[in-house]
C-alpha cells in the first residue's frame, strides 16, 4: 500500500493516537520519547499504528527528553522522517538540542511534538511552547481539534523536508485527551533510505559554521512566513460574520474550537473568527488584513501572547497586554465565555449559583486532591523515612511521589532529577554555618535515570552527606506505566531490551552506601534509613537507600491483609491520617475515630504498622 | 447531547464514556469528548466530558449538559453546576441522606433537575463481592433503567458486551442489568 492515499473508515481516537496516527500515515521511521501528561499516550500509538500498517518504524521510550530529541534529530542527519515526542517542560530539558539542530540542514524530516498544559493539570509550569518555538526560530503548528493535528502531521514533515530544518507541533492538552472519531488513511509517504553523507559543515556546529548557518536560518523563517501568509489555507483561515461584525477574534489552538462552539451556541451572526493554526512565525499581514477591518479584535491563544507580541501594533488589540485576556489558567468554555461578552459589552453569564454554593457548603463538599493510591509502596517508604529522620529536610522530585507532600514527606520540588541536586545545596547551606542538617531526598526510579545520575556524581565527588531514597516500583507510574531501564522490557513486546540495575548505576557512581529494602517492610525501613544517615555524616558522602515494591498500577498478586480500625483502641489522634494519608483510611467526624473505607482498601495491610495505640488490626478469618 | 461524567481518579470513568462513543458511532454521529489523565487521575476529582453531535471543542459549557454521570455523590454536587435546565443525573450515592439538603433541593427544583440515585457500593457489595470497579457499568445500566438517556438498553446491551474485556464480559453484563434493574424492577 506504500506511496497509496486511501480513504478508511471513521474510529474514535484520543488526540494523542490522532497525532500518532499522522506520524505513521507520514511515513515516520524513528520515534522516541520521554512519557509526560498530557503527551504520554503517543508514543505507544506510534507503536501499535505502525505494526498494524506494517511499518518497521523503530518506537522507543528514551532515558530523557534530551535523549529523545537527539535520537530523532540524528535519524534526519541519515535522512529519515523522524519524531521526538515530549512535553512542554520535557522540551526544557531538551532545549540545548533544540536550538542548536535549528541551525542545521537536516536530510529527513523532523517533527518534534511538545504537549503544553494549560491549567496545569499535571505540570510545573503553564509554558508555552510555541514561544520556545519562535525562540529557537522553528515553525510551530497549534491544532484546534484532535483531527487537524493529524493533518498537520504530514504538512509539518512537508514542511520539515522543504526547509530542512525541525518543526514544532503544539498540541494542547485538550486536544492530547480529546477523543473523537477521525478519518483514518493509508500511509501517504515512501520510505526513506538511511543515508549519512558526511558533511562537516553541515554536521558539526563550529562556530564558524553557525555564522554561515544563522542568516540561512533567518531567511527560512522568512520565506516560511510568507507561504504561512499566502497559502496553509487549511489550518489559518477566516470565518467572517453573516452579517456586519461588532466583534473580531483571532483565536489559536483549542481557544478557537471552544469559541466555535460558543458562538454557535449563542446563535451569534456578527462576530467574525480569525483562525491561525500556524502562529510561529506568524503571518503578521493576515492579522493586521483583520485588525484592519474591524473595530475591536479579541486575541484568544494559549498560554502565553506568542501571537499577540509578534504584532506590531496592538492598539485594537484586546489580549493580556491590557488585562481582557487572563496572563494565566487554562481557557476554558466558561472563561472565554467570560471574555467574550465582556468584548461585546453585553451582561456576563452567571456564575455559580447561591443556593448550590450553600449545599456545597453545608454539605462540606470539597474538590479530592490527587492522592498516592490505596497500597502505594511509596506511602509505606515515606512512613519509614519520617520515622528514621524525624528532623530531616526532604527535597523530592516529579512524579506520582510528589504526592508525598500529603504526608509532609516533600519539601521541595524543583523538577525531573533536582532531588539529587537540591540535598547538596542544603548540605552546603548549613555546612558554611558549621551546622550538621540531615536530607533525605526521593526519587523515582525512572526519574533517576532521567537526570538524577548526573547529581549523584556531583554529591560523591564533592563529598555531600545525605540520604538519597531511590523509591524503585519498576515502572513510570504517573504517566500511566511506561516501562524504564530498570525493567528492561522496551515498549513493544518481544522487542528485546536489556535491564539497568539501579544499585549498579549507584556505584558505579562511587557510592559505597547502597541498601536495598522491601517497601512494605516500614520497620526494616527505618533501621536501614538511621544507617544509612548514620554513614553518610560519618563518611561525608551520599548513602543511598532502594525501596522496592511493584506499583499498584501493575496489580501483582500479593497477599491480602484485610485491616479494620479496632474503636476501642483508636484514641482519634489522626496520625494515621495526617502522617500516612491513604485514601481508605478515613476519619469519622461524629465518632472522632478512624476508619477503614472500604471503597478504597486493598487490603495490602502496611498500615498495621502506623498507629502509634495499635488501632489498626487484621479482620481474623471468623469476623 | 452533551455529558459530563465525573467521579474519583481510579474509579474507571474512561469506560463509560467509551461506551457512549461507540453507540453513537454507530449511529453514524460524531462524537467528542475529554479525558483527564496524569496526575489527576490519581485518586483525585476527575471530569470527563463527552458530546454527541457537530461539535469543535471537546469542552462541555458549565450550563450546557443534558446529562451528569456521577460515580460519587460528592463530585456530583461539585458539577450540578454543568447541568442546564432541565438536565438529568444518574449518580452514585454513599450517603443518600445529603439529598435532603435544602439547598440543595431548591436548586435542583429552580433549574428542574431530575436526579436518579443509586445506592452503587451497596449494590456492588451485595452482588459483587465488593467489587467497585463495576460502578461503571452499573451507572451506564441505571442510565437506560431511569430512561435518563435517549440509547436503549438492548443497543447498551450490545456495546457494553462488545467493549469489554474477555474475562470481564460476563460479570459487566450482569452488573449492567443490575443498573437497570434498580430503576425498572
Not at chain 1, 498560554?303 to 481557557?331: C, F, H, M, S
Not at chain 2, 442546564?84 to 435532603?100: I, S, T
Request: net charge neutral; with cysteine; aromatic share 8%.
Amino acid at each position: 500500500m506504500r506511496g497509496v492515499v486511501g480513504v478508511r473508515k471513521r474510529e474514535i481516537l484520543l488526540g494523542n493516537e490522532a497525532i500518532a496516527r499522522g506520524v505513521v500515515e507520514a511515513g515516520c521511521e524513528v520515534a522516541s520519547a520521554y512519557p509526560g501528561t498530557p503527551s504520554s499516550e503517543i508514543l505507544p500509538a506510534i507503536a501499535r499504528f505502525a505494526d498494524e500498517l506494517g511499518t518497521k518504524t523503530a518506537v522507543e521510550w528514551a532515558v530523557n527528553e534530551k535523549v529523545a530529541f537527539e535520537v530523532a534529530a540524528a535519524a534526519a542527519f541519515a535522512g529519515k522522517r523522524s519524531c521526538a515526542v515530549m512535553k512542554q517542560v520535557g522540551l526544557n530539558v531538551a532545549a540545548d538540542a533544540l536550538m542548536s539542530v535549528a541551525y542545521f540542514e537536516l536530510a529527513g524530516g523532523f517533527l518534534v511534538v511538545v504537549a503544553d498544559d494549560p491549567g496545569p493539570h499535571s505540570s510545573q509550569t503553564e509554558q508555552d511552547s510555541r514561544a520556545f518555538a519562535h525562540f529557537a526560530k522553528i515553525p510551530c503548528f497549534d491544532p484546534a481539534t484532535a483531527e487537524e493535528a493529524r493533518d498537520m502531521v504530514a504538512v509539518a514533515y512537508d514542511l520539515s523536508e522543504k526547509y530542512h530544518m525541525p518543526v514544532m507541533l503544539r498540541p494542547t492538552g485538550r486536544v492530547d485527551h480529546a477523543r473523537q472519531d477521525v478519518e483514518l488513511r493509508e500511509i501517504a509517504a515512501p520510505e526513506r533510505p538511511a543515508r549519512f553523507t558526511k558533511d562537516v559543515r553541515r554536521w558539526v556546529c563550529l562556530p564558524a559554521h553557525v555564522r554561515l548557518n544563522h542568516p540561512q536560518l533567518n531567511a527560512k523563517n522568512d520565506a516560511i512566513r510568507e507561504e504561512f501568509e499566502t497559502s496553509f489555507d487549511a489550518f489559518t483561515y477566516e470565518v467572517p460574520a453573516k452579517e456586519k461584525a461588532k466583534l473580531g477574534i483571532v483565536a489559536s489552538g483549542v481557544s478557537f474550537a471552544i469559541v466555535s462552539d460558543l458562538l454557535a451556541a449563542w446563535g451569534r451572526t456578527d462576530v467574525a473568527l480569525l483562525k491561525i493554526g500556524t502562529p510561529v512565525p506568524l503571518p503578521v499581514r493576515r492579522v493586521e488584513s483583520f485588525l484592519a477591518r474591524h473595530e475591536k479584535v479579541l486575541l484568544l491563544e494559549e498560554t502565553y501572547p506568542v501571537i499577540e507580541e509578534q504584532l506590531r501594533d496592538r492598539t485594537k488589540v484586546l489580549g493580556r497586554w491590557n488585562g481582557a485576556v487572563p496572563r494565566e489558567g487554562e481557557l476554558l468554555p466558561e472563561v472565554i465565555a467570560g471574555i467574550v461578552a465582556r468584548a461585546l459589552g453585553e451582561p456576563l453569564p452567571e456564575a455559580v449559583d447561591p443556593s448550590l454554593k450553600a449545599a456545597l457548603e453545608e454539605l462540606q463538599v470539597k474538590p479530592r486532591p490527587p492522592m498516592l493510591c490505596p497500597g502505594c509502596p511509596h506511602r509505606a517508604s515515606f512512613f519509614a523515612i519520617r520515622k528514621a529522620v524525624p528532623n530531616g529536610i526532604y527535597p523530592s522530585d516529579i512524579g506520582c511521589y510528589t504526592l508525598g507532600v500529603n504526608q509532609k514527606m516533600v519539601d521541595s520540588v524543583i523538577c525531573m532529577g533536582a532531588s539529587v541536586t537540591q540535598p547538596s545545596g542544603f548540605h552546603l547551606a548549613y555546612r558554611v554555618d558549621g551546622k550538621e542538617q540531615p536530607i533525605v531526598a526521593t526519587i523515582g526510579d525512572s526519574t533517576f535515570f532521567h537526570m538524577g545520575i548526573p547529581g549523584l556524581v556531583n554529591a560523591v565527588y564533592n563529598r555531600h552527606a545525605f540520604v538519597l531514597a531511590i523509591l524503585d516500583n519498576s515502572i513510570t507510574a504517573m504517566t500511566g506505566g511506561q516501562p524504564n531501564p530498570a525493567v528492561g522490557e522496551k515498549l513493544r513486546k518481544g522487542d528485546p531490551g536489556r535491564a539497568v540495575d539501579i544499585a549498579g548505576v549507584v556505584r558505579g557512581c562511587g557510592v559505597s552506601f547502597v541498601r536495598t529494602v522491601e517497601a512494605y517492610d516500614i520497620p526494616t525501613g527505618i533501621d536501614v534509613v538511621k544507617e544509612a544517615w548514620e554513614h553518610a555524616r560519618r563518611e561525608k558522602e551520599p548513602a543511598v537507600v532502594l525501596f522496592r515494591h511493584p506499583c499498584m498500577l501493575l496489580r501483582c498478586e500479593q497477599a491480602k491483609v484485610p485491616v479494620r480500625v479496632d474503636q476501642e483502641k483508636c484514641v482519634g489522634c489522626r496520625f494515621c491520617i495526617n502522617f500516612f494519608n491513604c485514601p481508605a483510611l478515613r476519619f469519622d467526624e461524629e465518632k472522632k475515630k478512624a476508619f477503614v473505607d472500604d471503597r478504597f482498601c486493598v487490603a495490602c495491610g502496611v498500615c498495621r504498622e502506623v498507629c502509634p495505640h495499635g488501632a489498626i488490626v487484621p479482620i481474623r478469618e471468623e469476623e | 447531547m452533551q455529558y459530563v461524567v465525573v467521579g474519583l481518579g481510579g474509579q474507571g470513568i474512561l469506560f463509560s464514556s467509551k461506551v457512549l462513543g461507540h453507540i453513537a458511532l454507530g449511529r453514524g454521529m460524531h462524537v467528542l469528548g475529554s479525558e483527564v489523565h496524569g496526575m489527576a487521575q490519581r485518586g483525585g476529582s476527575v471530569v470527563s466530558h463527552f458530546k454527541v453531535g457537530n461539535y469543535l471543542s471537546p469542552l462541555v459549557r458549565s450550563g450546557d449538559a443534558d446529562i451528569l454521570l456521577a460515580f460519587d455523590q460528592n463530585e456530583a454536587f461539585r458539577n450540578l453546576q454543568f447541568l442546564k435546565k432541565g438536565g438529568q443525573a444518574v449518580l452514585n450515592v454513599h450517603a443518600p441522606e445529603a439529598l435532603d439538603n435544602a439547598h440543595l433541593r431548591r436548586f435542583c427544583d429552580s433549574r428542574n433537575l431530575r436526579l436518579c440515585a443509586i445506592p452503587g457500593y451497596d449494590i456492588l457489595r451485595e452482588h459483587m463481592g465488593g467489587r467497585f470497579l463495576f460502578l461503571n457499568v452499573l451507572i451506564l445500566g441505571a442510565m437506560c433503567g431511569a430512561g435518563v438517556s435517549d440509547i436503549p438498553m438492548e443497543q447498551m446491551r450490545h456495546a457494553v458486551a462488545e467493549l469489554s474485556p474477555e474475562k470481564f464480559r460476563e460479570a459487566n453484563c450482569r452488573v449492567l442489568e443490575l443498573g437497570y434493574g434498580h430503576f425498572t424492577a
